[in-house]
């Protein structure tokens, strides 16, 4: 897969192929602002992760957490800053996919294989964790709202959930969703506000305990891989910035990084400002009795808590949307350019609606929550976003070894693989555990 010309250079490619890429969601825009930038990044990082931040807090400690959560907004900040800055490391080319860099790095064949799997795993693994919190959080928000009405299962609130992305997936491209992630930006400040607010609100309750809750030592280690996971996630939102930066014009006097960076950095501190309270205020008021989501802890002051369930799902909706264009991207890519469809609405209308299907069904079938955002959380996002963009970067720029920049990306490739290697195992045995109970469609 080639990628594209910088406007002012001769555009080498067939009347076909522009064609095609003006068809694709990621190459058929290219008019975003800086801002875009900061309510998609925004809308991409901030997300589910958020509110299980204090339960991952409870499992790692006040040492260990605050310190996971710190080193993280550095590491993945600059991790981010590599991938900005390599959108247009070759003079004249623009690297619009996350593949298409690492193809670059690696070789065509190795470079679609090393990205293309872990992408995919990330973006589809959180638009299935996002059906089952928004069908959650909606369930919430009706439990609330009607104490004495019939209780309804979590599958229809997740089909209730997944009926709005049937419609909002037919819009074509990352600028035709822009009003969506504002809505959606705005929404994960509004909530992550009142998470904190709230926990404020109620006070530190009687006999709270921060020590570890499991009685074992496994247990207790477990856990504590299971919360590092569950941190990672919440920081990941690397698999779509190519994707956003693409959105960008881009010319050799005025290149789309400086614009870019400006809504990361813009981005960057929502998260901080989102992030830390929540985490910290949360633990603090309910120590190690907060629950994985912590909007399902606080109960009052009902109406409150029945409009951050409703923002959430604003916000979901939104996100859904930012993780699932890539996806599109791909799949419409390969059957256009490979298996030789014709660029068509009906064809984006069948292919769509079969993938907003496919994850509601796996949300529905699988709706383990924190035990997703751990497993997901190390085995995809700590690649993509926490070493994958320093190897690519050792590999494209070359810096001089034992150099600041080459001490830097090593220490972050050696911290992203620990979270990669022990994330997946405390997510998957919460996975198990909460399985044994579980009883299929009920």
């Known amino acids: ?38 309510f998609h990044n925004v809308t991409a990082i901030v997300g589910a992760g958020v509110l299980g931040l204090p339960y991952a807090m409870s499992e790692l400690g006040w040492g260990p957490g605050v310190a996971v959560l710190v080193v993280s907004w550095i590491v993945t900040l600059y991790s981010l800053w590599q991938m900005v800055e390599m959108h247009e490391v070759v003079p004249g080319k623009r690297f619009d996919r996350y593949h298409e860099l690492g193809q670059h790095a690696f070789g065509e064949k190795l470079g679609l294989w090393i990205v293309v799997p872990q992408q995919l795993i990330v973006e589809v693994g959180v638009d299935i964790v996002y059906m089952i919190t928004g069908g959650q959080s909606l369930k919430k928000f009706h439990d609330l709202v009607c104490d004495d009405c019939k209780d309804i299962k979590l599958t229809y609130f997740i089909m209730i959930f997944a009926s709005v992305h049937f419609v909002l997936s037919q819009l074509p491209s990352f600028n035709s969703i822009s009003g969506v992630s504002l809505a959606a930006a705005i929404m994960s400040l509004s909530y992550s506000t009142i998470a904190w607010g709230a926990s404020v609100d109620r006070g530190v309750q009687p006999d709270v305990q921060y020590g570890y809750k499991s009685k074992s030592t496994a247990g207790t280690i477990f856990n504590f891989f299971s919360g590092l996971g569950s941190v990672v996630f919440a920081y990941g939102g690397h698999n779509v910035v190519m994707e956003i930066q693409a959105t960008m014009p881009s010319t050799r006097e005025k290149p789309s990084k400086k614009p870019m960076w400006r809504g990361v950095v813009v981005a960057y501190i929502v998260v901080a400002i989102c992030y830390l309270p929540v985490a910290l205020i949360g633990y603090w008021m309910f120590g190690n009795e907060v629950k994985e989501n912590i909007l399902i802890t606080l109960q009052k002051p009902k109406w409150l808590i029945a409009m951050a369930n409703m923002f959430v799902v604003v916000h979901l909706i939104g996100s859904y949307q930012v993780y699932a264009m890539p996806v599109f991207d791909m799949m419409e890519t390969v059957l256009v350019k490979k298996l030789d469809f014709s660029p068509t609405w009906y064809l984006r209308l069948i292919s769509r609606t079969i993938y907003v299907a496919f994850t509601m069904f796996i949300a529905i079938t699988f709706p383990f929550f924190n035990g997703l955002l751990g497993f997901f959380g190390g085995f995809a996002f700590a690649p993509t976003t926490y070493f994958l963009p320093c190897i690519i970067w050792l590999a494209i720029c070359k810096p001089r070894r034992f150099s600041l920049s080459w001490f830097a990306n090593w220490v972050c490739i050696i911290f992203g693989v620990i979270l990669t290697v022990v994330g997946p195992i405390g997510g998957l045995r919460q996975i198990i555990l909460q399985a044994k109970t579980y009883k299929f469609y009920v």
């Open 1 to 38: 897969m080639t990628t594209t010309t910088i406007e002012t250079c001769v555009d080498e490619r067939s009347v076909e192929e522009r064609a095609i890429d003006d068809w694709l969601p990621i190459t058929s825009s290219r008019t975003a602002k800086w801002w875009y930038s900061a």
